[in-house]
């Protein structure tokens, strides 16, 4: 089965630097999710990557997927109080029905 | 257009009871799945209907079961509740079978179980 290794697992910013969150897959990446989850609540979709060396932006953020298909990063730029929340990865696998597996989430706090 | 919707938000039952949760995917989306997001286990992939068929599984015991109806709304049964079954459950729906389909959550269904 596919297993998707996010670091760091939390992360303290201060307001107006920039970080970068990883995920790590055992296997090739067939489609990779970015999400954003606040505490206790549903996930919010940011990204989907599907080539190997794609890169997609959406205001502050930016997610690549390597070219072997099997890292993905999102870095945000200028992080705001609001970016606070929980940033899980998602994958299918080959011929995986669909169903995503996740890493553990990275926990990410900003001080203003 | 409205997103994912999930009732109840909240559940508290006692062990060995039955809960039901539901789901109301956005509409044009046939494909429905159900996570089980335990603390300190992650996100996990519970079920997935399509169409009104069970499609996939994860690995949980049979107690967990769900059905989607005609409409593409889904339930989410879980019976002889056991305190370890309390998570929050999300629902999330997408486009078809085809692979590569954005799937969007909803907020959840807190489940406690005393």
């Known amino acids: 089965s596919q297993e998707l290794e996010q670091s760091p697992q939390s992360l303290i910013v201060q307001e107006g630097k920039n970080l970068t969150i990883n995920c790590t897959s055992s296997?090739?990446?067939?489609?990779l999710y970015w999400y954003k989850q606040k505490y206790g609540e549903g996930l919010i979709f940011l990204m989907m990557?599907?080539?190997?060396?794609e890169e997609k932006s959406h205001e502050k953020i930016t997610a690549k997927l390597d070219e072997k298909k099997q890292q993905s990063s999102l870095h945000i730029t200028a992080s705001q109080p609001s970016h606070a929340g929980i940033y899980l990865c998602?994958?299918?696998?080959?011929?995986?029905?669909?169903?995503?597996?996740f890493g553990g989430g990275t926990r990410l706090m900003v001080k203003p | 257009e409205a997103g994912v919707t999930q009732s109840p938000t909240h559940l508290i039952k006692t062990r060995g009871q039955q809960a039901t949760l539901r789901c109301s995917p956005i509409?044009?989306?046939?494909?429905v799945y159900w996570y089980q997001q335990a603390l300190g286990l992650g996100l996990q992939f519970l079920l997935w209907y399509d169409e009104g068929e069970e499609r996939n599984r994860g690995n949980f015991p049979p107690r967990f079961s769900g059905r989607q109806f005609p409409n593409y709304s889904s339930e989410l049964n879980v019976n002889a509740l056991e305190l370890e079954d309390s998570a929050l459950y999300l629902c999330?729906?997408?486009?078809?079978?085809?692979?590569?389909?954005?799937?969007?959550f909803g907020p959840g269904t807190r489940l406690t179980v005393l």
């Open positions: 509409s044009g989306h046939t494909s």
């Open positions: 990557l599907q080539k190997g060396g």
């Open positions: 999330a729906s997408s486009l078809g079978l085809a692979t590569y389909n954005e799937q969007f």
């Open positions: 296997k090739t990446l067939y489609g």
């Open positions: 998602g994958a299918e696998g080959y011929n995986a029905g669909n169903m995503l597996t």
